[in-house]
């Protein structure tokens, strides 16, 4: 059955920054796109970025200008890189790969940023 493995997430003061990594195993054929997602404590899951199978990126404007999603699709790989980051960004950080009718999420990993 195919997971979807998330590593790089951590604490990490102010301005300081994190590269989150996302693979899945065994093989996605058929997905859309892929994205990132975050959840404060208290908060509803919020969409952070999004990078399309042929590339095209979109932002949640708070993270706009300091945060890159890239990808491997030959790997099934999606990373986000976040750099600048601020305690607002603390949140438990999910991956995601979509079509219209289904998704794939990963397990979630910490992300706290300190003041």
């Known amino acids: 059955q195919v997971q979807l493995v998330e590593s790089g997430g951590g604490l990490v003061q102010a301005g300081g920054s994190l590269r989150l990594s996302c693979s899945a195993s065994?093989?996605?054929?058929?997905?859309?796109?892929m994205a990132w997602y975050r959840q404060a404590p208290g908060k509803q899951r919020e969409l952070v970025a999004r990078?399309?199978?042929?590339?095209?990126?979109n932002y949640v404007d708070s993270v706009r200008d300091r945060f890159t999603i890239s990808r491997d699709n030959a790997k099934n790989t999606v990373w986000l890189q976040m750099n600048s980051l601020k305690p607002e960004d603390t949140a438990v950080y999910y991956c995601?790969?979509?079509?219209?009718?289904?998704?794939?999420w990963g397990q979630g990993t910490q992300v706290t940023v300190s003041s």
């Open positions: 995601n790969f979509n079509n219209p009718w289904r998704n794939w």
């Open positions: 065994g093989i996605i054929s058929d997905f859309i796109a």
């Open positions: 990078i399309t199978r042929g590339g095209i990126m």
